[in-house]
Structure formats: structure tokens, C-alpha cells
């Protein structure tokens, strides 16, 4: 049998076992993972992760961190790290056992915990993903989301989250390498996606097959991708459309519950390394792979094909072979799809990119034939109607008295009027009531107030509502963490009310700056407490010498020519 499909040492105990596992880890210090923790540690148990065989130690980490390598040497790119809270951090000691939980409190594993440190956060950022600047969506998780202490050691492996979505398109490696030997598949080459298929993926798949002469595994994330991408049930709806139009004897599908992190060079060799765990042979990296998107200069974290060259230099330790992606493009005078590099000067050619894709979706307009295929389409289309016909948030942010709430609440007036979609409004005092009554005004609590009016404005605009939030909301990194949250299932509008302290303290309406001032109110925003001004809001509205309807108008006109109502 040829190496890549032996079977692979997995973390999970047997069955008896982790039944009395299971019953003596309920009296164990216990962790509730992430759902990127959950990720990790499912391809942890299963294999995904060969050679690791639990969270990374503080050696292996700060070797991973600068070199690319654990500790002993071995080839590993990206930190697979048990990030926790201070709290939990400082219950536990090297040496504790302690119980891994998914988010229902069901146990999955047991951690024997060898280290416990501080990271430095920053070094990671810089060494890792190129930048310690937080338009890196991991970058930003590293440090918004993820606790200051990490916990390393050994996993002991009692079940596999649960999935009920799905199951039957789901493989661990070695049921994957059990698949491939059964089919008697020696060659395979896997196809990384986090996007849904179009023809020119197709015509690079079949290519990338055929050259490597092996067969084709299309393997797409469905863990965690890039905030903002097409939600994973609609990606494979789309793809079970498209494996349709593959040959069934030489081509299959299975989803792959990976955290994506984005880290464009060092993630092409992570991917490579997990492919080579699930059997495969040989591995497609495409330009830009797992790329971020810009940084906060406006330019790209990683050079094109850093990626493709990086995985060449460790090719061979890896233990897979790069395939690299043939920028595919439709060439219209043969009707067909082309290599790029292989067209000659003149012929015409065609493109339709990922953002003119999602103008065509919001603004419903045609996506020809030979770009995509039609139950693609439709399916996106089911996914994506016209913005009028989405939800979206309306969110507020000022000083208080800034005028936000009477803005705010005419907003909401007019857009009833329209009556097209229900609309809700959480005002700061509104919220504070019903929500966050025993909250104060410290940075923890406001924070857990945004944090929930996000929540509430995030279901609100998932099922094809209208949210207003009117708080003050402070802090950039939480409007920031509400604004992915909401993002996922519509548009977020951030409408800076952008009234002067001074203003503000001059019309001091409920009487409470002069409080402040006074030191009867502490931890006041403006007065004893920060405020960071929105950089890039979609829209400022200056409340000095302009009456409320004008404001809420202003605020009508910024949501028509978004598109989010009709004109
Ligand atoms: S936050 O920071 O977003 O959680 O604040 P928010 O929920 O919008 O609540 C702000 C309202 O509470 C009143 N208030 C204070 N504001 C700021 N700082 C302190 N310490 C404070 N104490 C009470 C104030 O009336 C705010 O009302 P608005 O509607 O903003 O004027």
C-alpha cells in the first residue's frame, strides 16, 4: 500500500475508555472551546493535524512562531494554540487535567496541561501573518477574540464534535484514505475552496487533474473562512450542483471542517500538510492563496505567488506535490476556457471578478452562462436577493446627547412609513432597560452591552429585517466585532452622529456633563472616559445647525444609494 494511505495514528481513546473518560472528566476543571477551538481540535483527534498530538507547548510555539517548525524540527506553520481568559488561566496549574467542552457543554476531550504563558501577541502577528495589523482577519481575532493565555499539552480525544449538517459529505483523513483505497485511487489531487464554484474553477480542477494525472478531490472549508464569505450551506448546495457536471468515476467531494486563518504562504503549507494527512498526493495553490484582502494601507499583505513559493521550498517535506493554479479565463472567440498565459495577443477575453459577481447579485442583474453555472446562480441568488429585499443595521454612535436617539427614532418613523420591511430600534436607554439592566459603565460592561445590541441587530438583520442601534458604543474593536457579526447577513451602516463634546455639553440635556463634570458621574464618555472617533464610517452627520428630519434624511439618502431602499 502506498504511504499516503495508510492509516494515521488518531487522539481518541477507545470506546469503554472514553466512556469512563467521559464520566471521570465531568468532576475536571472544564473549558468551553470556541467554535475556532472546535475546529481545531476535531482535526486534532482525527489526524487532520498529523503530527500534532495536542495544543501547542510554549516550545513548540515559539519555534512554530520563528521558524516554521515545532521544537524537534518538524516542518509546522501555524500556531494551534488553547487561547483562554485570564479567570479560567488562573484556576489551573502545568499539570491539571482538564476537560475540553463544545459550546453545548458536551466533553470532548481531556487536556493534560504541560504550559501555561503570556504570548506575545504582537511577534505572533508579525511572524505568522506578515503584520501585526488588525485588517488581518486573524490578526484581529488574535487580539479582540482570542484570551491573553494560552494552555498547551496533550489531547485525549472522547468524541468528534457533532455535525448535523451535512454528516454524509464529511470525512475524517482516514476514512478519506479508506475511500481512496477502496477505489483504488493512488493519485489524488485536492482542491482547496472557500468560494463557490464557477465554470473556470471547473476547467482549473480538470487541468490540475489531468496534468498530475490523478484524481480530482474537490475539498472545500466549511469550519471557519473569511469573515464575509458566503456561508458554508449555500457554498455546498453549490457544489453538490457542480459535482454533477464532474465525471463520478474520477472526481469526489468532502468538506473539511478547518479554521482558516488566512495566512497566505504559511497557510499553503498548513493546507498542503492537512491534504497530505487526508491521503492526497498532489495539491492545487492558486495565486493569492489564502490571501487576507488589504491591509489598513490599502495594499495586499502578501505578494502573489509568495504562496506557490513557499510551498515549492518545503514541497518535499510536506509530502505533496504543488499543482499550481492556471489563472483560467473564458476566451469568447473559441467559446471556451483558457490558460491565461496561453492566449495570444488580441483574442478577446472575458472576466467577471468577485466583486463585479456581488454587484450582479445585489443589484439582480444578468451573471451569463458561460460564467457560472445556472443552479449556481440560482442558489446564490436565493442566498443573496437585492439588497432592497435584505435586512441591514442602522448603527448609531456618538457622544451622549449627541443626538442620536432622536435621529434615530425619525428614522425609524419614515422607514415604517415605507413599510417594506419591520423595523426595530435599540436605543441605548431602551437597551439598558430591557437588556442590560444590571450592567454599568465600565469598558467590560459597555462592551457586553454592544456586544448584545450586535447579537439582537445580527438575528434582526439575518431574517430580513431593518435594526437600529442608537448607543454610544465607544470602543472601535467592538463597533469593529458588531460590524462582522451583522456583515455576515447584511449590510452594517455606521453613522457617526459627530455633535462636539463642547455641543453636547452646552445643550447637556438630561443634565448629567454638568454631573460629570462635577465628579458626581464617573467613568463619563467624553468627560472621564474615551471615546474613539470612527475613522471610516459610511456616513457623519454634523447635528450643529441642522434640524432631525434633515439628519434622518441624510441618513434615507446614504441607505438609497447603497441600495439597501428603493429610490
Ligand atoms: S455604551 O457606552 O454604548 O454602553 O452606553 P449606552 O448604553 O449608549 O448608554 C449611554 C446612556 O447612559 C447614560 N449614562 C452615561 N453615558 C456615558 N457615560 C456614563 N458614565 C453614563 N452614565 C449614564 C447617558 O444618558 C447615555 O444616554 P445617551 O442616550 O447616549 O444620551
Redesign the pocket.
Known sequence: MTENLVPLPELYVSFESAQKLKAEAADLPSWDLSPRQTCDLELLMNGGFHPLKGFLGQADYDSVVDRMRLADGTLWPIPVTLDVSDAFAETIEPGHDIALRDQEGVILATMTVTDKWVPDKAREAEMVFGADDAAHPAVNYLHNAAGRVYLGGPVTGIQPPVHYDFKARRDTPNELRARFRKLGWRRVVAFQTRNPLHRAHQELTFRAAREAQANLLIHPVVGMTKPGDVDHFTRVRCYEAVLDKYPSATTTMSLLNLAMRMAGPREAVWHGIIRRNHGCTHFIVGRDHAGPGKNSQGEDFYGPYDAQELFRKHQDEIGIEMVDFKHMVYVQDRAQYEAADEIEDGATVLNISGTELRRRLREGLEIPDWFSFPEVVSELRRRYPPRSQQGFTVFFTG????G??TIANALMIKLMEMGDRPVTLL???I??KNL?SELG?SKE??DL??RRIGYVASEITKNGGIAIC?????YAATRRAVREEIEQYGAFVEVHVATSLEECERRD??G?YRL?REGK?????GIS?PYDVPEAPELRVDTEGVDVDNCAHQVLLKLESMGLIAG
Open positions: 457622544f451622549s446627547g449627541s442620536k436617539s436605543d441605548g436607554d437597551v439598558r442590560s459603565f460592561h459597555r452591552n454592544i442608537a448607543p454610544i458604543a465607544p440635556r438630561k448629567l460629570a458621574i464617573k467613568e463619563f464618555t472616559d
